[in-house]
């Protein structure tokens, strides 16, 4: 039997299983809504104050609450599953308006995450009238996610050869099988995990927060787990808004709306000026394409470390995934002219990132998501629709993959039958919104639901795909919606939202700034305080005027930046500064910014951002010219740059809707006039001389989570200090020098050279290919210390060395536990560590070692909360004090006092040599000073006759080391391995 009729037979195998699956769930959900009835008085929930931070706007007060239900609601009494939820009070609560329940999409988003980037606005507009909750629904976020399932120990997908379409559907099923055998193992209830069951934990909730009725909001997934609960508790739903509308029976996709999609991308590309030189027929060239790779597959590089990285062979159905996945937004959609002009040009590498995403996904499934996919499945008449639509589609079964290839019986979940599938009836009012170019949730799903809706409304976004598109493609989105949630009556609207440019940044990658550029124009903002306006007109006055602010629209700057370490030692001069020259060149109309970088150590780099792309060009070894992509890091830098440039700030200012006087304040006996705003998401306040008018500084809120040297910090304070004030021509007034400090401490100071306004700076200045900006948004919009775990490996039983910007040495496994050495950037990166340890060899980590002065070490507040022994430098405690004591969800941290240490740290100074009990082995500790580095740890384990220092092997440290290594020799100790921030096992 060929594949293809394998395929075939397997599906007309579910087919004859769903007649017999029906008539149960009938029953079943009779017996659901029974069980739900009797479970009895609510469960109790639990608020204690929280602060939900945002991304790009400050800090939320909030309040997080947890309730425990039933894992399974038939069984009222049985095991139970903590929910966890965020409540954001409603700001002026409108009588009789129930609080409205947010259900994120996936399945497995989180709803507290969804609140904190670039939607955050939409949440602010809702809550202004009523009580928001962020629900992370069972087995997502903070709601007790089940383990994730370890990778499998040899791949069974190779890259260096062709992956056919039956080789992926039998790699599917069989991963899916290891995985749901571990989940067993583990003690995971996959049949807890559907949709039937978070429709009643919904219910459970309302009756824990006391309330009659809650309205209910739903993104994606989140929809179609609405349109349950409506089914199953109809009269505790006041209001419905579904974003992007996943029916009862739309789990399984029907390609023909895929193919309408491709037809109005189609149209799109052949009017776009830069789309239409790639493909000025996209449907035919996709066809073509396809045919192509039937016949002859190519290869493509996946840009990655080791073991992630490099080529791929990439077939047909390869290139039908890759697109079925783009179309589902947009910003995705708009690179399919970029992959079908290169597929043309014989190269398939942007094909190739993106393959290499969903065949990790194959090999690694989620169990929340699983689960509640198959559970929901597709009724008979759905599956014959979308198998005779997969024949004709250019996409064939890709739309679709893998969910037609597993069958919810086969792995311990229940089908929740026709009955749960079948057309919903309904008077509740319900708003629907749909993209036109929504891939993924088309408005036809909208138009199919609405049938059976008497009271529903339709807010279609012409040119809109899926994602954030339907919040942030209009500001009148946020408006229409409060507005019905607020129990007003809105008419149905259509919206022309022309989203699609090339090349565009994949679903999340929308920075605040380009948020913030589709922001109503300040005209409609509130009127601004007259005082703060007052004020800031002084300033622009004395900077040259409006106009000659207004005129600037590039900039170029020779600079000498003068890097400080950040430190907390007492001595007056502990920064060890570093010192690098530099030529900036910005385009503010462009949003570009070109910085040549000249490190005084040697070397050129030319760092290029534009708008939401970055790139680093370079000489590389041996001189050949290098270019690769930066870190989504970057652009947040270089927001930060436009918005607190002193030609911009003011102006900037002057526009937001926010602004106002704050009290005056005295700065070294001279009074400062204050006025806050929020510049591009910042929220931002200004200290202003009243002798002269001037911005004395500036101090604003940063999330810095994406940045390597500043992720341990987060969410932080920043002032940038303005001085050495000059006239440049044409009569601009400038400061030549910006002192800058973060969480409290000395940055870097930046002194121009030579200020040049409106400076020659051609488009071309800023240009970055399609190639390098498809690289960028394929692999750098991630944290730069969150990086893949493929190429780790256990080495000599005992040691593990992880990816270098991680920022650990590595793990030592020392009485049956992991020590590890360097605790990491980010706190972020211990989860990732720890489930990795544990999933490799069985056993987490017991203890983190801090032992290098300086930065970083935020992964030691993960060792504090989970009250596992941490033992710390002593020419490193005063870092690692304040970082324990610094909330990374909180941004007073800067304001809190140095030294002050959070309550459940258990962080140990040995300030004398000592032994320390691991696990049932021991390691010795002693501190040892070095120039410009006192109070630096060194470990030894006797079992491993190893020795660690983190500067260990640096020859300018070597005096003080042989030292130290005679003594303990001379004790009898034997030491035969050494380890460092260069490598955490080495011959000695």
Request: contains cysteine.
């Amino acid at each position: 039997m060929c594949s293809t009729q394998r395929i075939a037979y397997r599906r007309s195998r579910i087919v004859r299983r769903v007649g017999f699956t029906a008539s149960l769930v009938l029953a079943s959900l009779a017996t659901l809504r029974a069980a739900s009835a009797q479970s009895g008085a609510s469960s109790q929930i639990r608020f204690e104050p929280y602060t939900l931070v945002t991304r790009a706007h400050g800090s939320i007060d909030a309040e997080l609450g947890v309730l425990d239900v039933p894992r399974r609601h038939a069984v009222p009494n049985g095991p139970a599953q903590t929910l966890r939820v965020v409540r954001l009070r409603a700001i002026r609560a409108t009588p009789g308006i129930a609080p409205v329940i947010y259900l994120a999409g996936g399945p497995g988003g989180s709803g507290i995450e969804a609140a904190r980037g670039g939607r955050w606005p939409v949440f602010d507009a809702v809550r202004q009238h009523a009580d928001v909750i962020l629900l992370d629904q069972r087995g997502t976020g903070r709601s007790d996610p089940p383990p994730s399932c370890p990778r499998p120990a040899a791949a069974p997908l190779h890259n260096d050869s062709l992956i056919t379409e039956a080789r992926y559907v039998a790699t599917v099923q069989q991963e899916t099988s290891r995985c749901v055998a571990w989940w067993r193992g583990q003690g995971v209830d996959l049949a807890a995990y559907t949709t039937v069951e978070s429709a009643h934990d919904i219910d459970a909730l309302r009756r824990a927060l006391g309330v009659e009725q809650v309205s209910l909001w739903g993104m994606s997934y989140g929809t179609h787990l609405a349109l349950a609960t409506l089914r199953l508790h109809p009269t505790v739903v006041q209001r419905v808004v579904l974003m992007g509308t996943e029916g009862p029976d739309h789990t399984w996709k029907d390609p023909r709306d895929a193919d309408a999609i491709l037809g109005r991308l189609s149209a799109w590309s052949a009017k776009d000026p830069v789309a239409r030189t790639m493909t000025p027929d996209l449907q035919r060239s996709l066809r073509d394409a396809v045919q192509s790779l039937a016949k002859r597959p190519l290869t493509g590089t996946v840009q990655g470390p080791p073991g992630v990285g490099g080529p791929m062979v990439i077939g047909a159905f390869d290139l039908q995934l890759a697109v079925a996945a783009a179309l589902g937004r947009t910003q995705t959609a708009s690179l399919v002219p970029v992959m079908l002009s290169q597929v043309q040009q014989g190269d398939a590498s942007l094909v190739a990132q993106l393959v290499s995403g969903l065949r990790d996904a194959v090999l690694r499934p989620a169990a929340m998501p699983l689960a509640m996919d198959l559970a929901s499945g597709a009724s008979r008449a759905r599956r014959s629709l979308v198998q005779n639509g997969e024949r004709r589609s250019v996409l064939g079964s890709a739309l679709n993959f893998p969910w037609t290839t597993l069958e919810a019986a086969d792995f311990g979940v229940p089908d929740l039958g026709d009955a749960f599938r079948a057309p919903l009836r309904s008077a509740t009012p319900t708003l629907f919104i749909s993209g036109s170019m929504d891939g993924r949730t088309p408005p036809s799903n909208a138009d199919e639901v609405r049938r059976g809706f008497r009271r529903a409304t339709t807010l279609l976004l012409d040119g809109a795909g899926h994602d954030d598109d339907l919040w942030v493609a209009s500001p009148r989105i946020a408006e229409v919606l409060a507005r019905f949630l607020n129990g007003e009556t809105v008419a149905s609207d259509t919206i022309t939202t022309p989203m699609l440019r090339v090349p565009a940044p994949p679903a999340g990658a929308e920075t605040p700034a380009s948020a913030s550029a589709r922001a109503p124009a300040a005209a409609s903002a509130p009127p601004a305080d007259r005082v703060a306006s007052a004020l800031l007109d002084r300033a622009i006055a004395r900077m040259g005027g409006d106009s000659a602010l207004r005129a600037i629209t590039t900039m170029r700057m020779d600079l000498l930046t003068q890097w400080q370490r950040t430190t907390f030692a007492e001595h007056p001069y502990p920064d060890q500064p570093s010192f690098e020259r530099n030529s900036d060149l910005r385009n503010y109309a462009l949003k570009g910014w070109r910085n040549v970088r000249m490190p005084l150590t040697g070397g050129t780099f030319v760092d290029i951002v534009r708008d939401t792309v970055a790139a680093r060009s370079f000489n590389g070894p041996g001189g050949t010219p290098t270019v690769m992509p930066l870190n989504i890091a970057y652009i947040t830098e270089r927001r930060e740059q436009f918005a607190f440039a002193p030609e911009q700030m003011l102006l900037l200012a002057r526009k937001a809707g926010d602004l106002h006087a704050q009290r005056d304040t005295s700065i070294d006996g001279v009074i400062h006039a204050r006025v806050f705003a929020t510049v591009d998401g910042f929220p931002s306040t200004w200290f202003l001389r009243r002798t002269d008018g001037l911005p004395a500084l500036v101090r604003f809120v940063a999330d810095e989570t994406n940045d390597f040297g500043l992720a341990s910090w987060g969410v932080m304070s920043v002032e940038i200090w303005f001085s050495n004030w000059t006239r440049v021509p044409p009569g601009v007034f400038l400061p030549r020098q910006r002192d800058i400090r973060r969480v409290g401490r000395p940055y870097k100071r930046i002194t121009a050279l030579a200020i040049t306004v409106n400076a020659p700076a051609p488009a071309d200045s800023f240009a970055i290919s399609d190639e390098m900006a498809a690289r960028y948004l394929a692999t750098e919009r991630r944290p730069m210390w969150q990086l893949p775990f493929d190429s780790v490996r256990v080495t000599a039983d005992h040691f593990v060395v992880f990816p270098q910007l991680v920022g650990s040495a590595g793990a030592v496994r020392i009485g049956g536990g992991w020590v590890l050495f360097e605790t990491a950037q980010s706190e972020g990166s211990l989860p990732t560590i720890d489930a990795w340890l544990t999933r490799a060899t069985g056993v987490g980590l017991a203890a983190g070692v801090v032992a290098r002065p300086g930065m970083g070490n935020g992964g030691a507040r993960w060792f504090a909360r989970s009250n596992r022994a941490l033992y710390v430098a002593p020419g490193t405690r005063a870092v690692v004090q304040s970082l324990l004591a610094t909330d990374p969800t909180s941004i007073a941290g800067s304001a809190k006092a140095v030294g002050k240490t959070a309550p459940r740290t258990a962080m140990v100074v040995p300030t004398t040599p000592r032994w320390v009990r691991v696990g049932n082995d021991s390691l010795w500790l002693e501190a040892i000073d070095l120039p410009d580095a006192p109070g630096v740890l060194t470990a030894y384990s006797p079992t491993h006759r190893w020795v660690y220092s983190p500067m260990l092997g640096v020859p300018n440290y070597k005096p003080e080391y042989d030292a130290l290594l005679a003594r303990w020799r001379a004790r009898g100790w034997i030491v035969e391995w050494q380890g460092s921030l260069r490598g955490v096992r080495a011959p000695i």
